[in-house]
Nanobody, 123 residues
Framework: QLQLVESGGGLVQPGASLRLSCAGS????????VTWFRQAPGKEREALLC????????TFAPPVDGRFTISRDNSQNTVDLQMSGLIPEDTGVYYC????????????????WGQGTQVTVSS
């Protein structure tokens, strides 16, 4: 069974850092583009950052530029999202998604999805 599994979410205070991980099961992430999405309460799912199979990344969401980074570890079959300087507006469910070709902004462009992990930023 092909699936993605996110981990690392939780409740943190403003200014904290958190690292999310997306693990591939049943297939390799190394030859796929992987994007982290966020769905805030009452809002649509938005693309944050994407990493291509060759390692180059794209930032889709300007508010996270400089605070979030995306990386892949092909030996572990994972793609991580390192988040720092978290603010309450970063609260939401974080999803990873993968597709066979290059990075894309829209959720409908992705073939594979994880179940999501909740991140709550609150004092």
């Amino acid at each position: 069974q092909l699936q993605l599994v996110e981990s690392g979410g939780g409740l943190v205070q403003p200014g904290a850092s958190l690292r999310l991980s997306c693990a591939g099961s049943g297939f390799t992430l190394a030859d796929k583009s992987v994007t982290w999405f966020r769905q805030a309460p009452g809002k649509e799912r938005e693309a944050l950052l994407c990493i291509r199979s060759a390692g180059r990344s794209t930032t889709f969401a300007p508010p996270v530029d400089g605070r979030f980074t995306i990386s892949r570890d092909n030996s572990q079959n994972t793609v991580d999202l390192q988040m720092s300087g978290l603010i309450p507006e970063d609260t939401g469910v974080y999803y990873c998604a993968a597709r066979d070709t290059g990075c894309a902004r829209w959720p409908s462009d992705y073939n594979y999805w994880g179940q999501g992990t909740q991140v709550t930023v609150s004092s």
